[in-house]
């Protein structure tokens, strides 16, 4: 296989990631709304440890776990600013043009 | 479904990105070996704008655009990593432990 052909398959996976990445956030979505009827946190550092743990233990390379923690280190970032937007009621805002793109989240 | 059957679902989903995710490392190194032959530089920008879009039009959402590109930043950051590892013979560094989690990758 030449570069172009990795890259072929490299565009096929990153169509299942962001089909399984917005899996993920219906799912946070979902826990959101529970949370707010019952007036639980969004954040659960215990939740989040089980979450990296078992996604270590899941790890079978050739990606080093603390490249796969950076990562998900930005996925629960994320997922929990989605369950925020559920608490707080702001879920129907639009999808983001290119230019919020480089916007920095802060939570 | 109550939050601990979301959580059931986040936990298979976790295991899917985890394999995903490494199949991409895997497509990454391979392209690392073909560049150092090549001679070819590690960061293409051209490349990563179109990933950026093909990310952007496969999303089918709820999760927005920024937030998308907020986890694929960092996708794209750790590949970078597994790839120069690659290229200057690392890769054959063990995977890390869990003190060295919070470590930084400065690049």
Same mark, same amino acid.
């Given at each position: 296989?030449?570069?172009?052909?990795?890259?072929?398959?490299?565009?096929?996976?990153?169509?299942?990631?962001?089909?399984?990445?917005? #899996?993920?956030?219906?799912?946070?979505?979902?826990? *959101?709304? &529970?949370?707010?009827?019952?007036?639980?946190? /969004? !954040? $659960?550092?215990?939740?989040?440890?089980?979450? #990296?743990?078992?996604?270590?233990?899941?790890?079978? *390379?050739? &990606?080093?776990?603390?490249?796969?923690?950076? /990562? !998900? $280190?930005?996925?629960?970032?994320?997922?929990?600013?989605?369950?925020?937007?559920?608490?707080?009621?702001?879920?129907?805002?639009?999808?983001?043009?290119?230019?919020?793109?480089?916007?920095?989240?802060?939570?």
């Amino acid at each position: 296989m030449d570069i172009a052909d990795w890259r072929t398959k490299i565009d096929e996976i990153d169509r299942k990631l962001v089909e399984m990445l917005n #899996l993920r956030a219906e799912a946070a979505q979902e826990i *959101g709304r &529970l949370k707010r009827v019952a007036e639980m946190p /969004i !954040y $659960e550092p215990d939740r989040e440890r089980a979450v #990296l743990t078992q996604v270590q233990q899941a790890n079978r *390379g050739p &990606l080093q776990h603390r490249h796969l923690l950076q /990562i !998900y $280190e930005r996925i629960m970032d994320v997922m929990r600013n989605v369950q925020k937007d559920e608490i707080v009621g702001t879920s129907e805002e639009p999808v983001a043009s290119d230019t919020e793109r480089d916007a920095e989240v802060q939570d």
